[in-house]
C-alpha cells in the first residue's frame, strides 16, 4: 500500500481546551467520582519479583486479569510457590474462594502473566499463561461454569488439563501477549504476537464453542521506517488493546517498535514511536484505518504495515519514551480513547534512559475521537512518578478515568469534552508497587470500578495480592 502519512492537522493530537471539545453531557448527568468501598486480599504471600520494571501479577497488558460475569468476579495469579490458580467471588462478597489450574510458572519474567477469557456460546472460561516469545500454557472450564457459578462447585476438577496448543491447533513457537475479547455473537477470539520484540506480527484465533480455529496474522513486520537519526525496516505493533464497541466494531490503539536502534537519538531511550488506531467491522477479517480505507487483511498477503497511509493518529519520534500497550476505552458512542505516556518536548527533546527520564518527567495524555471524526487529546496534570503504565474506563455517563502507577486515580468529565482532569484519589494505605490491573467488564455491570494491585516488596519476598473497590456516580 501507499507509503505511511500522518493525518492532516485537523486529526493531529493537539491538546484541546473545552470550547473545543466535543458534545457536551446531560445538565442532569454528574461528572466523575470515585468512592472506596472495601478491599479484599486474594492471596496474602503472592509471588513478588521485579522483571522488565514491573510484576507478572499486575501487567497492565493483561486481558483479562480480573473479570465480571454474570454476578460473580474472577481474578488469576501467581501464588508464592509458582501454582497458577484462579479465585472468584460473588459480587460485593470478601471472601476469594481459589482452585489450582495444574500449572507452575517457569520463569522469573514479568511477561509471563495469565490471562482470562470467556466463551459466551458455551459459558467456558479460557486461560493463556506463562509465555514470552515461546511456547504458551492453555487451560479451560467445563462448559456451563460461567452461566451457572452458584449451582457448580468451584474445583480443580471443573478445570482440564494444561495444554501446549489450542485443544490441538498449534499457533506459533514465539507466542506473546495473549488477549481474549468476547465477540458480539458470543465466540471467543485471541490476540496475540508472533515473533519477537522488534521483529513481530498480531495475530488472531477464534472458538466457535466447539473448536478453535486460527484466522491468521493482520499485521506486518516489514517495511521501511526513517527518523531523522536513521532507518530501520523491522518492527512489532504492540496494541494498547482490542475491544468490540455495542456496535459490534472492533478497535485497536497501538505504537510501533523498531528493531533497529538507529532511529534514536540515544541508545538509552526506546524506539517506539507515533500512536496509530484502526478498526475492523468483520469481526477482525478486515482492518480499516481512521478514513476507513481497508489497510490490511487479516490471514492475507496485505497486512497492515508501518508504510500504510492514515494510520497515526498522534505522531511522536522515537526519542520520547513512549510507551507501548498502555490502555484503551469505548465510549456510549462506539468512540474510541486511549490513554498514552511519554516525555514531553519541554522536558528536552531527546530521552537517554527510559526508565529513569519517564519517572522524571513522563505524562499520560487522553487521546480520543470524537463524533466529527477529529482527534483531540488532553494532558492528565499528575506527574507519573513511574515508568509504568495507566489503565482507562469510562463510567455510565461517559466520563473518564485514569489509574495511574501506584493505584491514584484521575478523572475528567464528559460535560467539560474531558478536558477537566484532576485527581480523584492519591492512592492513600495501599502501598501498591506500580502498575496495577483493572476490570474492564465490571463498570458496566454493578457501577464499580474494582482495582488489583501488589504491595511493594523487596527482591523475591512474596506480597500482599488485592482488590480494592470504588463505586462510581449512579
Same mark, same amino acid.
Given at each position: 500500500?501507499?507509503?505511511? &502519512? ?6 493531529? %493530537? ?15 448527568? @454528574? ?112 462448559? *456451563? ?11 480443580? +476438577? $471443573?478445570?482440564?488439563a494444561p495444554q501446549s496448543t489450542l ?10 501477549? @495473549? ?15 508472533? %515473533?519477537?520484540?522488534?521483529n513481530g506480527r498480531n495475530a488472531l ?42 456496535? #459490534? ?38 482492518? $480499516? !484505518? ?8 487479516? *490471514? ?60 522524571? !518527567? #513522563? ?47 484521575? %478523572? ?14 492519591? %492512592? ?8 496495577v490491573v483493572i476490570d474492564e467488564t ?14 511493594? +516488596?523487596? #527482591?523475591? &519476598? ?13
Amino acid at each position: 500500500m501507499k507509503r505511511r &502519512t500522518l493525518l492532516g492537522a485537523a486529526l493531529a %493530537g493537539a491538546v484541546v481546551t473545552p470550547a473545543l471539545a466535543s458534545g457536551t453531557a446531560r445538565a442532569a448527568d @454528574p461528572g466523575p467520582s470515585v468512592t472506596r468501598t472495601g478491599t479484599t486480599t486474594l492471596d496474602s504471600q503472592a509471588i513478588f519479583f521485579v522483571s522488565y520494571d514491573g510484576l507478572v501479577n499486575n501487567n497492565s497488558f493483561q486481558k483479562n486479569g480480573l473479570l465480571t460475569y454474570k454476578g460473580y468476579q474472577y481474578a488469576v495469579w501467581y501464588t508464592a510457590d509458582r501454582n497458577a490458580v484462579v479465585g472468584r467471588r460473588v459480587l460485593g462478597g470478601t471472601t476469594w474462594s481459589t482452585v489450582k489450574v495444574g500449572h507452575t510458572l517457569r520463569y522469573n519474567d514479568s511477561h509471563n502473566v495469565i490471562s482470562m477469557g470467556v466463551s459466551k456460546v458455551d459459558g467456558r472460561l479460557h486461560l493463556t499463561m506463562d509465555s514470552h516469545s515461546d511456547g504458551f500454557t492453555y487451560v479451560k472450564s467445563v462448559a *456451563g461454569l460461567m452461566d451457572n457459578p452458584a449451582g457448580l462447585s468451584w474445583t480443580t +476438577s $471443573r478445570f482440564g488439563a494444561p495444554q501446549s496448543t489450542l485443544d490441538g491447533l498449534a499457533l506459533t513457537s514465539q507466542f506473546t501477549y @495473549p488477549q481474549f475479547v468476547s465477540t458480539p455473537d458470543g465466540r471467543l477470539q485471541l490476540s496475540y504476537r508472533a %515473533g519477537i520484540s522488534g521483529n513481530g506480527r498480531n495475530a488472531l484465533a477464534e472458538y466457535n464453542g466447539t473448536s478453535w480455529t486460527n484466522l491468521g496474522e493482520w499485521t506486518s513486520s516489514t517495511g521501511t521506517y526513517t527518523s531523522e537519526h536513521g532507518s530501520s525496516t523491522a518492527r512489532n505493533m504492540y496494541l494498547h488493546g482490542i475491544d468490540y464497541d455495542r456496535n #459490534g466494531r472492533l478497535h485497536s490503539f497501538f505504537t510501533w517498535r523498531e528493531q533497529n536502534g538507529a532511529v534514536m537519538c540515544s541508545g538509552g531511550g526506546i524506539t517506539n514511536h507515533d500512536t496509530g488506531y484502526v478498526y475492523s467491522d468483520d469481526r477482525g477479517r478486515t482492518w $480499516r !484505518n481512521n478514513a476507513g480505507t481497508v489497510v490490511g487483511t487479516t *490471514g492475507g498477503s496485505d497486512r497492515v504495515a508501518v508504510t500504510d497511509a492514515g494510520l497515526v493518529v498522534d505522531p511522536l519520534d522515537p526519542d520520547h519514551s513512549l510507551m507501548n500497550q498502555e490502555s484503551q476505552f469505548t465510549d456510549s458512542a462506539g468512540l474510541p480513547h486511549a490513554i498514552i505516556s511519554y516525555v514531553p518536548g519541554r522536558f528536552g527533546q531527546c530521552t537517554t534512559n527510559y526508565v529513569a527520564d519517564r519517572t522524571a !518527567n #513522563g505524562r499520560a495524555f487522553h487521546l480520543r475521537r470524537n463524533s466529527s471524526g477529529t482527534w483531540q487529546k488532553t494532558e492528565i496534570p499528575v506527574p507519573l512518578n513511574s515508568s509504568q503504565r495507566t489503565k482507562l474506563v469510562l463510567d455510565r455517563y461517559d466520563n473518564a478515568y485514569a489509574v495511574l502507577p501506584f493505584g491514584r486515580i484521575a %478523572g475528567a468529565s464528559k460535560a467539560s469534552g474531558h478536558t477537566d482532569w484532576r485527581l480523584l484519589f492519591d %492512592g492513600s494505605g495501599l502501598n501498591a508497587f506500580g502498575e496495577v490491573v483493572i476490570d474492564e467488564t465490571r463498570v458496566a455491570q454493578d457501577n464499580v470500578l474494582s482495582v488489583m494491585y501488589q504491595e511493594k +516488596s523487596s #527482591g523475591t &519476598t512474596p506480597s500482599a495480592l488485592r482488590v480494592v473497590d470504588f463505586r462510581l456516580p449512579a
